[in-house]
């Protein structure tokens, strides 16, 4: 089976089964960067088309086509896509939605004034990927994705103790991955979030783990900010790649 076969087949089950909430339940830590997402590809969207790229179930597509965005959304996985087209239609918005593969987009070149995308990056080859961003994105247009990164050690032992929760051909973005990205984009700019913030997913309670999670990313953003070496240990990144 090839790498795109593997990663449909593993999200049509992740999606038709309740894989995912096992995971979800560690997720309360992540809402700071989670809203910072969510504001930054809500930002002025009224009339300006967007895609959502790799997006499972559709995360945002509806609150982006409520927003007054022209959505399309696009995943390999045929259950998503149809999950999405469900969702589309209870939630009484228009997305169009696209069994796709994002490596290589059927859509003309300058198609998109944003692309939006989470925990899509980092299942894909990159350089495919950023050739294609940088193709359907309009000059000036702007690409938002939410992503893990690979270089903390207390993650990455999480991760080792869960293989089952990942695809083999996943990987947590890495600085190359940046570096990479500067050869396809003008602006590459990576924001980070959750060091010792990361304390917080230990603790079962949903609320408990909100109501610590509030004052240490506070700490974390403080950390980023004096010892910038610790951005690398940082969890999640919000990366935005634009070309001018
Ligand atoms: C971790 S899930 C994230 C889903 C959704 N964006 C979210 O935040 O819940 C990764 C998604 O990437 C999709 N995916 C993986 N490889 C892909 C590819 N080559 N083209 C399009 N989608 C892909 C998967 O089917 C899955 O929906």
């Known amino acids: 089976m090839n790498r795109l076969d593997r990663e449909k087949e593993f999200h049509n089950e ?12 560690y997720y309360k830590t992540t809402d700071r960067s989670k809203k910072f997402y969510r504001d930054k590809i809500h930002e002025n969207i009224a009339g300006l ?21 022209k959505v399309t959304a ?24 696209h069994v796709m593969d994002a490596e290589d987009l059927t859509f003309d070149d300058s198609s998109f004034d944003r692309v939006c995308g989470s925990g899509i990056l980092h ?8 050739k294609e961003l940088s193709r359907v994105l309009k000059p000036g247009g702007l690409g938002i994705f939410f992503e ?16 089952d929760l990942r695809t083999d051909d996943e990987h947590p973005l890495l ?9 396809y984009f003008d602006e590459v700019t990576p924001h980070f ?4 913030s990361i304390a917080a997913s230990f603790i079962p309670a949903a609320s408990a783990q909100s109501a610590l999670a509030r004052p240490l990313n506070g700490l974390d953003s403080i950390l980023f900010e004096t010892l910038p070496f610790m951005k690398k240990y940082a969890w999640i990144t919000v990366l935005e790649l634009r070309s001018l």
Do not use: W
């Open 49 to 69: 088309s967007v895609l959502e790229y790799g997006c499972g179930p559709g995360s945002q597509a509806f609150s982006l086509a409520k927003a007054g965005a």
């Open 123 to 130: 299942h894909l080859d990159l350089e495919r990927c950023y």
């Open 14 to 25: 992740a999606f038709a089964t309740d894989k995912r909430k096992k995971v979800k339940k």
């Open 148 to 163: 893990p990164l690979g270089y903390n050690p207390v993650i990455n032992l999480y991760r080792q103790m869960t293989p």
């Open 74 to 97: 696009i995943d390999i996985s045929d259950v998503a896509i149809e999950q999405t087209k469900e969702e589309a239609v209870r939630q009484g918005v228009e997305v169009a939605c």
């Open 175 to 183: 600085n190359e991955d940046f570096e990479l990205a500067k050869t």
């Open 193 to 196: 979030f959750h060091l010792t």
